[in-house]
């Protein structure tokens, strides 16, 4: 009998041990949750995708001299489309080409007396695709607007718009838009050549400029006027992708602020031409990009500063940062002709390395500045890497005005046995090559690298 009391207790003692461990055991997965399904969040949802070109969802290190990512604005009123001015810098992009376009008018054929219209919003009034047409005497009319990288990449909206390898003249024509981003004359993409002459282009809309070429597009003009009253709208423009752009002879003014009468993200050369910008710098460079101007007359009047800009200036040279332009070293060069600065410096270079070559031209300075040039750091690129570092060549060439230079950027003044350059106040640069006999320092200090020159 206590044999059986003695194995019924240790089987009671037993199983109440193994009551004890199931109770700690459910206790504890109590507190879990059930595992998800594979591939779901504990919530039953499907994890969302990672954003294309990320890794495991984390997005990419922002671009050096962006903040958090997001392309800063144009210092001329040229808008900083997402991608660009972002995407591919020098090169068709962003947000890609578009693949349909509209048109009031699809022309594939010559026509003499034609007369155009579009009033819809995103429409050419003329489309020329790969045709090769002549355009004489015709009235063209555009209203209706656009907006973003579609009408200033790739052409939509334009009142004449030439792509896809095409060959277009437009002669003894005129082209008005007033509608915003309603370019006048469009040519866009490799391959494609706009010829204008004796024609008049008028825009009033924003972002709408007169002769307008990207993508690598060709446009050359003779005798031809161009009216722009609209913000951010070039006279000559170009945008992401460039070009090559040659001018001669003709009339281009804007009254729009942020409206130079040339903004280059391209090759442009103009001869024999009265260029005007009434509330803006009178030429703006991006990135490696040129403009060449020979026997023209220019004039600006940087009244009021617009985007990023900081100073007043009449030719801003600089890298944006957005994409727009092709990185490198730009050029600009003036043979003859006179250049007259109502407000502000005569040139301000930041984040970029260029050249600019002078040669007899004549000079109308601003009153209420002494300085000539600016090499600075300014609002674009990474702080300490985003001075302006020039080379100044002056052929056959007086200038008056400082020349100033900060810790981030460089100078190099070249003077020929025929250059003058009298100073109106201290200037610093990094070095010079000529005879400084030929420099006037009128009473003011020169530094040049270590070396100072006092007057």
């Not at 591919?88 to 022309?107: I, L």
């Not at 031809?224 to 609209?230: I, L, P, Q």
């Not at 209420?368 to 570092?389: I, R, T």
Request: aromatic letters at 4%; proline letters at 5%.
């Amino acid at each position: 009998m206590k044999k059986i009391l003695k194995t019924l207790a240790l089987a009671l003692c037993a199983a109440m041990i193994a009551a004890g461990a199931l109770a700690d055991n459910t206790e504890t997965d109590s507190q879990l949750p059930p595992a998800p399904p594979s591939g779901e969040m504990n919530n039953g949802q499907q994890p969302p995708e990672p954003p294309d070109g990320n890794m495991n969802g984390q997005p990419p290190a922002p671009p050096s001299g962006d903040m958090n990512g997001q392309p800063p604005a144009k210092p001329d009123g040229e808008n900083a489309p997402s991608g660009a001015p972002g995407g591919m810098p020098g090169g068709p992009g962003g947000s890609g080409a578009p693949t349909e376009y509209a048109a009031a008018a699809t022309v594939t054929e010559d026509s003499q007396n034609a007369s155009y219209t579009s009033s819809a919003d995103s429409e050419n009034a003329v489309l020329v695709s790969g045709d090769t047409v002549t355009l004489s005497g015709a009235s063209v009319t555009k209203s209706g607007s656009s907006d973003g990288d579609s009408a200033d990449f790739y052409g939509i909206n334009a009142t004449v718009l030439a792509k896809d390898g095409a060959t277009l003249t437009v002669e003894e024509s005129t082209i008005t838009s007033d509608g915003a981003h309603a370019n006048g004359i469009f040519s866009y993409g490799a391959g494609t050549t706009v010829n204008v002459s004796n024609t008049g282009i008028v825009t009033s809309g924003n972002n709408s400029g007169g002769l307008m070429t990207t993508g690598g597009g060709t446009m050359n003009a003779v005798n031809v006027t161009v009216s722009t009253s609209g913000n951010s709208s070039a006279a000559i423009r170009s945008d992401r992708g460039g070009g090559t752009v040659n001018v001669t002879g003709g009339d281009y003014a804007t009254s729009g602020k942020g409206s130079p009468a040339i903004y280059s993200t391209a090759e442009i050369s103009v001869t024999g031409a009265t260029l005007s910008a009434s509330a803006s710098e009178a030429v703006v460079i991006e990135g490696g990009n040129s403009v060449t101007l020979t026997d023209s007359t220019l004039t600006g009047n940087n009244s009021t500063l617009n985007g990023q800009s900081t100073q007043k200036t009449n030719v801003l040279i600089y890298q944006s940062m957005s994409g727009d332009a092709s990185e490198g070293a730009s050029t600009f060069t003036m043979t003859g002709g006179s250049m007259t600065a109502e407000t502000g410096s005569m040139f301000h270079v930041t984040n970029v390395t260029t050249t600019i070559t002078l040669e007899n031209v004549s000079f109308n300075y601003a009153a209420d500045s002494s300085v000539f040039l600016d090499a600075s750091a300014d609002s674009w690129g990474k702080s300490g890497a985003n001075g302006g570092h020039v080379t100044l060549n002056l052929v056959s060439q007086a200038i008056s005005g400082a020349i100033l230079c900060d810790s981030d950027s460089s100078v190099a003044v070249v003077m020929d046995s025929q250059s003058s350059w009298t100073l109106q106040g201290d200037s610093v640069i990094s070095s010079f090559e000529g005879d400084l006999s030929q420099v006037n320092l009128n009473g003011y200090t020169l530094t040049i690298g270590e070396q100072t020159v006092v007057g």
